[in-house]
């Protein structure tokens, strides 16, 4: 350890706050920004040893509080194939940010060095991004001293999307390599998404403007930097683009206030004509909603269901048009949250798998299928293509013009398609080509099945732990008793379907319901928190 002789003096300069307690949970660790100083140095010393761990290789560190207020910040780190930290790791984040001093840190890293049995003398690089938020700056200083202690190699991404940061992560690991997935540069990304678009779409006719709400965020850097290449191709109008307004990001805009509140952005107001499309991102860029305002001016929304609806109907047309029925499976993974009727909907055509929520899990099971579709209701999704997959679209000998011209098509996707994570300019591109193929404008879109009204409340317990889940989240075990009693009032509602977990984000436990008619889906949802309060 003797070559570490920094640690100790970086680590006084970044003492933990004694009252607080963090945890590495499902968006990594996420609260305050003003209290995150001593958790992004040492979460600086923690890439440096996953990157020993693993031989060197590049490690991602994104600093971002997403669709969370602009005063919250964040931090969670990306694995080499430009995944979410093995979570095993998952503990020793957690052990290393709450060690109460610096002795105890030490201590703590030690600890991991010899329970990881990581080989010290190995390099250590680290590629980090953040978001716009003001306390990025300040919060990546402290990451670079992490760094600096443990003695890994820093890259500075800048501010940029997560998925962008992910992309890195993965051209930067593959490099030189067979997998080699894009150049290992911002620049890169944008090349590779908008050359495979401006080929998917070639030939067909251009689709009317498209209204993005950036949130205020990072997604508007994207935006300006995107339109140019697209050309023609896509005409993008970009709203809400205010990234150094204080207190703009993702209030009253962005896919989480358009999700949550059902209802367009008060900013697009005057702007989105009937029938128009519009779209919203969240503060990072990795979620996506899309809407629009139909004949009688009532607002519809398009979120992460119908975005799987149609991406899944689009894929395994082309499966079958390219002839490849018998090789390839295509398969979708959704949670607990997926509207019923969108559940119904992709069951009858493909083999549909619900999880608990989370990215770590959908992707996980979406990795099972040979084509993995998956997509939170929230608007955070991808399509994976497995790596045999990919072999099989590599190497068929397609036997009609038909087939040809769809298995191109096929490539051309595993190039749009951010395989890493969501990303929600990735996906707009994404569902942007599936629009111009099929013809369709939101109304058509929309029609493809017609959502149950629903509804979502949080209620504030006093302790949420007390509530376990079993069945992807759709049946509580404990407190026990009260899994009976929901099921009791759910039968009494039309089409009633209604489930409690505790939030992974938030001290709350949140309350889902759907039925056949808006206000019954309003009462059962208010009936049930009335149980569990
Ligand atoms: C995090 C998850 C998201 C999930 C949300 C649920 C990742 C990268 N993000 O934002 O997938 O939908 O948490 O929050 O995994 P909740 O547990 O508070 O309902
Ligand atoms: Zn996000």
Not at 219 to 227: E, F, L, P, Q, R
Not at 302 to 321: M, P, Q
Request: hydrophobic share 40%; charged share 25%; glycine share 8%.
């Amino acid at each position: 350890f003797q070559h570490y002789q920094e640690i100790p003096r970086l680590a006084d300069a970044h003492p933990k706050l004694s009252h607080i307690r963090y945890q590495y949970g499902t968006a990594g660790f996420r609260t305050l920004g003003s209290v995150l100083d001593s958790v992004l140095f040492r979460v600086g010393i923690l890439a440096g040893l996953r990157s020993k761990k693993l031989d060197g290789k590049t490690i991602g560190v994104m600093v971002t509080a997403s669709h969370n207020p602009e005063d919250d910040n964040g931090v969670k780190l990306v694995d080499p194939r430009g995944e979410m930290l093995e979570a095993s790791w998952e503990a020793h984040a957690s052990t290393l940010a709450n060690a109460a001093t610096t002795s105890d840190l030490i201590e703590a890293i030690e600890a991991i060095v010899r329970f990881a049995k990581i080989d010290l003398s190995k390099p250590a690089r680290v590629v980090y991004g953040r978001d716009t938020r003001p306390s990025g700056p300040a919060l990546v200083a402290s990451l670079r001293d992490g760094l600096a202690a443990i003695r890994a190699e820093p890259r500075d991404a800048g501010i940029v999307t997560t998925p962008i940061l992910h992309y890195l992560v993965r051209t930067i690991n593959t490099k030189g390599t067979k997998d080699t997935y894009g150049d290992d540069s911002e620049e890169g990304y944008y090349e590779k998404l908008s050359g495979a678009f401006k080929r998917l779409v070639a030939g067909k006719q251009p689709l009317p403007p498209l209204i993005v709400d950036c949130a205020n965020g990072v997604g508007a850097d994207a935006i300006s930097k995107i339109s140019p290449q697209l050309g023609d191709s896509l005409k993008l109008i970009p709203h809400n683009t205010a990234t150094s307004t204080p207190g703009a990001l993702n209030n009253l805009c962005g896919a989480d206030y358009v999700k949550t509140l059902q209802k367009l952005p008060p900013s697009l107001a005057n702007h989105l004509k009937i029938g128009q499309r519009g779209c919203s991102f969240d503060g990072d860029a990795d979620r996506l909603m899309y809407f629009y305002i139909d004949e009688r001016n009532q607002f519809r929304m398009l979120d992460g269901d119908k975005i799987a609806a149609l991406v899944a109907g689009f894929v395994v047309d082309l499966i079958k048009t390219a002839g490849l029925e018998s090789d390839v499976k295509v398969g979708v993974v959704q949670t607990a949250y997926a509207n019923g009727s969108s559940t119904k909907y992709l069951a009858e055509r493909l083999p549909v798998r619900c999880v608990p929520t989370g990215v770590k899990h959908l992707h996980h099971a979406a990795e099972r299928f040979d084509i993995g579709v998956y997509f939170e209701a929230n608007g955070h999704g991808t399509v994976l293509f497995s790596t045999g997959t990919q072999e099989t679209l590599a190497h068929h000998e397609p036997s009609t013009p038909a087939q040809s011209t769809a298995l191109n098509h096929l490539l051309n996707l595993t190039q749009l398609i951010n395989q890493s994570v969501g990303d929600a300019i990735s996906d707009m591109l994404l569902v942007e080509v599936v629009l111009a193929h099929r013809l369709y404008s939101g109304l058509e879109w929309d029609s493809l099945y017609v959502d149950l009204p629903n509804r979502l409340v949080k209620v504030i317990v006093e302790d949420r732990h007390a509530f376990q889940t079993e069945d992807a989240e759709r049946q509580l075990v404990s407190p026990k008793g009260l899994q009976g009693k929901i099921d009791d009032l759910v039968r009494r509602y039309d089409g009633g379907r209604s489930f409690v977990r505790p939030s992974g984000t938030e001290d709350v436990v949140r309350v889902y319901a759907e039925a056949a008619i808006k206000s019954q889906a309003d009462e059962l949802a208010f009936r049930v928190a009335g149980l569990v309060y």
